[in-house]
């Protein structure tokens, strides 16, 4: 399978690292972010064999309810898993953000506006969020090096928005594309963020047990944790899914 990719896995591996830490760090620019002391000791783990290393941190404050920035894999063994998102508090509607970037061995990809009311009957917000970045997943649509990425779990189908993009790709070449998508991705989310209209007092309560409860279901439900017991054990595992979840 390898011989096939034509992948030089270390180098893929820094490229979407640096993208992710620069995605992070323009985050860490823009708001001020508290670390969780809840994820100290997960800053760095391994597997239960030594081969797969990882690092997980999170974040609070100003404006955002729950931020974790994190990535697990070898480079050498061509798998890798990096994620990036950010979990808004309920002080506005404005969509969740979310990154992930990998090796599987294949270059994956997955960026999402995670929506915070029903698209199908609040037609204005699907409006407002999602009809003007349409356009790039109707692009990345006939980009003949990216294979649509199809999860065999219903909810994780379900989970996506209509404007996901969520790709594997056997061409190095990509790795610009993603650069340039996951940078507009996030300048176009603080656009929103700076201009957003404040939620309305008596709708905080109910937004924010609905943001918990998709955090946690989203987590949970993950097809691929059954793998992460297998490698790190169910004891690190429950630990990861739960600082994911921002359940302490």
């Not at 180098?11 to 969780?36: A, C, G, I, K, W």
């Not at 404050?61 to 994190?70: Q, R």
């Not at 937004?207 to 004891?235: Q, T, W, Y």
Request: proline share 4%; net charge negative.
């Amino acid at each position: 399978m390898r011989e096939q990719l034509n992948i030089n896995s270390v180098s893929v591996f820094n490229h979407l690292s640096s993208l992710m830490s620069e995605l992070y760090q323009q985050l860490e620019t823009r708001f001020v972010l508290h670390p969780d002391s809840s994820t100290k000791d997960l800053q760095t783990y391994s597997s239960l064999d030594g081969n797969i290393t990882g690092s997980l941190q999170a974040y609070s404050g100003d404006g955002i309810d729950w931020l974790t920035h994190s990535w697990l894999g070898n480079a050498q063994k061509s798998f890798a898993v990096m994620r990036l998102t950010v979990w808004l508090n309920a002080s506005s509607l404005v969509p969740h953000l979310t990154f992930e970037f990998g090796l599987i061995p294949q270059i994956f990809l997955y960026i999402d506006y995670i929506p915070r009311i029903e698209l199908l009957t609040n037609l204005d917000y699907l409006q407002k969020y999602y009809q003007p970045v349409n356009s790039t997943f109707l692009q990345l649509q006939t980009d003949s090096r990216l294979t649509r990425f199809i999860s065999k779990s219903v909810y994780m189908r379900a989970f996506q928005s209509p404007v996901s993009l969520c790709y594997t790709s056997t061409s190095p070449e990509v790795v610009e594309v993603i650069c340039t998508v996951a940078k507009n991705t996030l300048n176009c989310w603080l656009t929103w963020v700076d201009t957003a209209e404040a939620t309305p007092e008596n709708a905080k309560l109910a937004l924010a047990e609905r943001d918990l409860f998709i955090r946690r279901s989203c987590i949970e439900n993950d097809p691929d944790n059954d793998k992460a017991v297998k490698m790190f054990g169910k004891e690190l595992t429950e630990k990861l899914v739960r600082s994911l979840c921002g359940s302490k």
